[in-house]
């Protein structure tokens, strides 16, 4: 299983930007898909989660109506569309993937601690 980042660039205020996390290894249609951020000296925070088998994306409230999450099964990458960047966005973004989550549950947690599958991160930086 391998997920590779990309896309992180330094945008100014109110910029946008598309990340992308290329999945290898496994099929994301099976997998709680994520996106998640960190800056030094704070705990990772969830962006955005989702199911790739077919439910809608549960957006973090700082976020809401300005990112969204979007799914390319043929090319099995997972999107992050960022519109209205602001300095607070400004962090590593990560990408995370598990396959259990939605067995045990039915949905798709926030909390990072629960994904077993993590990309290396693509910096965002907003000023």
């Known amino acids: 299983v391998q997920l590779v980042e990309s896309g992180g660039a330094t945008v100014q205020d109110g910029g946008s930007l598309r990340l992308s996390c290329a999945a290898s290894?496994?099929?994301?249609?099976?997998?709680?898909m994520g996106w998640f951020r960190q800056v030094p000296g704070k705990e990772r925070e969830v962006v955005g989660v989702?199911?790739?088998?077919?439910?809608?994306?549960d957006y973090a409230n700082s976020v809401k109506s300005r990112f969204t999450i979007s799914l390319d099964y043929a090319r099995n990458t997972v999107l992050l569309h960022m519109n209205g960047l602001k300095p607070d966005d400004t962090a590593m973004y990560y990408c995370a993937a598990d396959r259990s989550l939605f067995r045990r549950s039915g949905y798709c947690t926030r909390s990072p601690t629960t994904y077993e599958h993590w990309g290396q991160g693509t910096q965002v930086t907003v000023s």
């Open positions: 290894g496994f099929t994301i249609s099976q997998y709680c």
């Open positions: 989702i199911y790739a088998g077919g439910g809608s994306p």
